[in-house]
């Protein structure tokens, strides 16, 4: 393999790497949010009023984020490496591209099903987030895959602060 060969090959790899970190602090940080409105108690509780709704939500988020985020950005940017090579070379040996976006699916899925229905939405919104960024065909750099880990973080920091506020708040509310 030549030296120009063997470059093109590195940038192409840091493309891919970068564009599923960035896809993986998108969904990673969208999961968190959604799964924090779906099940704001996760052991249960019954929530009586909408600000008890309200409240739970944003405790639940930054919880659901410290847990979440790190193994998506782990476990999912290695599946969906896995998972967009496997097809692409199934789709090559079909002889039939469009396959390619089927299988990368599937497969995504098939990683997903580990912790059932958590993880499956989770990978759903990590190929969804992925696809969309592939198709906006942009040369993704490692600056800004780190840079994009500040998505997780600013979502963590607003609700850690919501819920600051809300303790400062309701501690207040005690003296009046």
Do not use: C
Request: aromatic letters at 14%.
């Amino acid at each position: 393999m030549g030296k120009t060969s063997e470059m093109l090959l590195n940038m192409e790899v840091n493309k891919i790497i970068s564009r599923k970190v960035i896809s993986a602090s998108v969904s990673g940080s969208m999961f968190a949010i959604l799964l924090g409105l779906i099940v704001p108690n996760p052991f249960g509780e019954n929530l009586s009023s909408l600000s008890n709704y309200l409240f739970a939500v944003v405790l639940a988020i930054p919880v659901y984020l410290m847990y979440s985020f790190p193994v998506i950005l782990i476990y999912g940017v290695l599946a969906s490496i896995i998972s967009d090579k496997v097809s692409q070379f199934n789709s090559t040996k079909m002889k039939n591209g469009k396959s390619e976006i089927f299988f990368s699916g599937i497969l995504h899925a098939v990683f997903g099903l580990i912790l059932l229905l958590y993880s499956l939405g989770a990978s759903m919104l990590f190929f969804i987030t992925d696809r969309v960024l592939q198709k906006q065909n942009k040369d993704y750099k490692p600056l800004q895959a780190i840079k994009s880990l500040a998505i997780p973080f600013a979502v963590w920091l607003i609700f850690m602060g919501i819920v600051y506020l809300e303790h400062i708040f309701t501690g207040l509310n005690k003296y009046w």
